[in-house]
């Protein structure tokens, strides 16, 4: 595998981005995921986002982050928000959604982000037990869905 930084708005991000937002709206029985989110949101040094590449150069797993600060909805300031962490269902099981959390948890650090945050969904429970394997812990409620009951938010100090 290789893990390469990408614009958000690269066909290959923008591949999996509608990947994961089907397998939201099949989970959820809506539209994916309404959280707004710029291409600018994850540029370095204020954010990245990262794709993993299999041998053959096709993509199969991604995961941002974008800085927050305190913003009214929830985040405090120096936070690091996790967003669209994906594995295509074909690579699930390999260790790639670990390799590239731990990426994105050392680029917020460099970035001096000192905390990674994220929310995620009860009805994923494959998100919650990795977030929770790698040290995660819920926190309180934070942006577009904070107020949704089956948001769940967690974080970790960097």
Known sequence: MHIHPVSFDHPDAVKLSDQVQAEYAVRYGDDGDATPLATTDFAPPNGLYLIAYDGQGTPVA????????????????????????????????????????????EDARAAGRIRMVLETGAKQPE????????????CGKFGYYRFHDLSLCFAKAL
């Open 62 to 105: 991604s995961g941002g982050w974008r800085a927050q600060d305190d913003n009214g909805e929830g985040n405090q300031d120096g936070d690091a928000e996790l967003k669209r962490m994906y594995v295509v269902e074909a690579m699930r099981g390999r260790g790639l959604a670990r390799r590239i959390l731990a990426a994105l948890e």
């Open 127 to 138: 998100a919650v037990a990795l977030y929770r394997s790698s040290g995660y812990e819920p």
